[in-house]
């Protein structure tokens, strides 16, 4: 049996799989990613992989190939991560680092392609040739399916959806600009709101269950039929994560936006609000056009799958 690791590094957690040559993930594991030293990430890697080599009793000469999606800007061809704000990491050399202890082909590449790359060929976007994938979490990541093919294709740094600017409000981003779409709309934006919001409203239902240590992305799910501050931090959301969506699908006219993240657990609670907003407010609207929005399917195991697409 011949095997493939898919790693999918986020701003919470690293997160590490062993796929089958049917494609199937025989288990996996996470890890806290924690940006406190020097070549963290490289050896974050190396000890998740370790780990489920000895706990699966599988050598490492039967890998055929270690997948990698990382958040930022990523140098594919050379292995480097270019940038990455929720990692605080700039042209580091991930790929070398790990052929220190690996003698297996590695590749890396942006993790919200390495998602859509999953959804392409195994979740919602099958048969769909225009597509664009949205992964909402610490940031918003992006891929763009046009015609059957991922346009990052063709250059690394295509499709950072998360860096459109959508605001003059000075909040302050990652990357180290102001107003970009993840600073509104990402699943860390509606936490944050949501904070405030209670902080402002104290009589809020929202506080019978949660404190500001304990809120979360569904936090205001729970909520927005019985609470009105939550339903306006609702509300403002699916503005914001709206607009954006607004301008990609008049650039792009995408047949079907797909969500992923763990808000988009929500699914229909999320989807159809969004949907009618982004409906109502399209250019294309004029001519009768309307665009799906749908929950991925692939949840957790996405960015993990589309680290196997990476060999094909």
Known sequence: MKYYFGIDVGGTYIKAGIIDGKCDI????????????????????????????????????????????????????NGVLGFSGNLKLKNYPLKSELEKVFDIPIKIANDADIATLAEMHFGAGQ????????????????GVVMGGKLISDHSDYAGEIGHMKITDKKIKCT???????????????LVRETKLA???????????????????GKTVFEYINSDETARQVFDKFIKN???????????FKPELILLGGAV???????????????????????AGFKVKVKTATLANDA???GCRCLFD
């Not at 990357?175 to 934006?189: D, H, Q, V, Y």
């Not at 902080?199 to 809120?215: F, G």
Request: aromatic residues 6%; charged residues 20%; positive net charge.
């Open 26 to 77: 025989l288990c996996t594991k996470k890890i806290k990613t924690i940006p406190d030293k020097p070549n963290f990430l490289a050896n974050s890697i190396i000890k998740i992989i370790n780990s489920l080599l000895e706990e699966n009793k599988i050598k490492a000469k039967d890998v055929l190939g270690i997948g990698i999606g990382l958040p930022g800007l990523i140098d594919s061809k």
């Open 127 to 142: 048969k769909t040739d225009n597509f664009v994938m949205l992964t909402l979490g610490t940031g918003i990541g992006g």
């Open 175 to 189: 990357c180290g600009e102001f107003g970009c779409f993840e600073t509104l709309a990402s699943t860390k934006a």
């Open 198 to 216: 209670m902080k402002k409203h104290p009589e809020s239902l929202m506080w019978q269950t949660y404190d500001l240590n304990t809120v979360t």
């Open 241 to 251: 994560l709206g607009d954006g969506i607004v301008n990609l699908v008049n650039i």
């Open 264 to 286: 988009s657990s929500q699914r229909s609670k999320l989807t159809a609000p969004l949907e009618e907003y982004v409906n109502n407010h399209i250019y294309a609207r004029h």
């Open 303 to 305: 960015g993990i799958l």
